[in-house]
């Protein structure tokens, strides 16, 4: 198991800080979720960078919860209930996507919102090059990446209840507002010379055209639970970035794995991809227009300036809340070392943009 892996896959006892009322828990448990019966036990997942998740275990059935971490929180942040709403909605559409049980909207219960989703056994690949499987295997879990985002952009939001999650067109003007103005409004967290070039470099570089879908805003591999045999996507995890936005956006952030250095999140930078089996960064674009049913994504080089560029401002919002001591993560101190170097292949990828 590789360094990333151990240190954020599977369950620990819970960190002081984060532990729960179980008394108050189970309670509500017993009032809001059909089928559950105790005793519980409660343990917390390793990985995480915002919101404190944990596994719940009973003798029946292990679930999920997921809450707003502690402390001030910025305008935005930390949505749990955001979460529970797309991914009642995902499910209504067929998506892969974890069954929500319930939510809790008043914080006396254990301090503040959280819902609860069922536990979804399966594979995690915290590695892109996903180390230990045959060739044919790595290409048929990366094609299935592909399909289930390609499916993710393709779903009908009114239809699946979502109409109301976001607001369509515009896209990149309230994405490059939103994530500028809280990297601007964390003086904990201080400044970067890159990003503030990219605060300038972006609103006056954005390409023509709109498109609105559901977007995940964090697809990546580790983002996702395969079938435990099978090149299958079961789940996608972690959606509290997920909104209505611009899906060829969503899908350069997946595909900026392409050009990510792997200790900074799941990359393929500097890997043998052609050895390995993976699919070029050309073939892995052409297979997700083939199946949206568009010939080019001329915009593609800005979509990805501008992800690297996010990607930035949320280990800068990470890096604020270390410093404010309400990062959830134990991770989350090592993982904000790498923002200058992050926030530096964000502008080098804004100077290549035609």
């Known amino acids: 198991m590789t360094a990333v892996a151990d240190a954020n896959s599977g369950t620990t006892a819970v960190r002081a800080g984060y532990v729960l009322d179980k008394a108050a828990l189970d309670g509500w448990m017993r009032a ?22 944990y596994k719940l275990v009973t003798p029946g059935q292990a679930y999920v919860l997921r809450k707003q971490p ?22 209504k559409a067929g998506f892969p996507a974890a069954r929500v049980r319930g939510l809790c909207i008043d914080p006396s219960v254990l301090g503040t919102l959280f819902y609860v989703m069922d536990m979804v056994e399966g ?16 290409a ?10 390609a499916q993710l952009h393709g779903i009908d939001y009114e239809a699946a209840g979502l109409g109301d999650y976001g607001r369509p067109g515009n896209y ?22 890159n990003m503030d070039r990219l605060v300038e470099w972006l609103p006056h570089n954005i390409p023509p055209g709109d498109e609105t879908s559901i977007v995940h805003g964090d697809f990546r591999i580790d983002n996702m639970i395969f079938h435990p045999t099978e090149p299958r ?25 392409y050009r990510m250095p792997p200790h900074i999140v799941a990359g393929l930078g500097g890997a043998d991809i052609a050895t390995l ?5 050309e073939d892995y674009l052409a297979a997700y227009c083939g199946r949206r049913g568009i010939d080019v994504m001329p915009g593609y080089t800005f979509y990805l300036a501008f992800n690297f560029f996010r990607l930035a401002a949320i280990f800068h919002g990470i890096r604020g809340r270390v410093i404010r001591g309400t990062a959830s993560s134990a991770q989350a101190r090592d993982r904000v070392k790498v923002l200058p170097q992050l926030a530096e292949l964000a502008w080098l990828q804004a100077k290549s943009v035609a």
């Open 32 to 53: 809001h979720v059909d089928g559950y019966a105790g005793p519980l036990s409660i343990e917390q997942f390793k990985g995480g960078q915002s919101n404190p998740t």
């Open 233 to 257: 996507v079961l789940a996608v995890l972690d959606w509290e970035l997920s909104t209505l936005g611009h899906p060829g956006a969503d899908f350069a952030y997946h595909a900026m794995m």
């Open 70 to 91: 502690a402390g001030p929180l910025l305008k935005g942040a930390h949505a749990v209930d955001r979460e529970a709403k797309v991914l009642t909605g995902l499910a």
């Open 123 to 138: 594979r995690i690949f915290w590695d892109a090059t996903i180390p230990g499987v045959p060739n044919a295997e790595r």
């Open 172 to 193: 990149f003007v309230r994405q490059i507002g939103r994530w500028s103005q809280q990297y601007l409004e964390d003086p904990d967290a201080g400044r970067d010379p």
């Open 140 to 149: 048929a879990l990366f094609d299935a990446m592909n399909a289930t985002i």
């Open 277 to 281: 089996g993976i699919p070029n960064e």
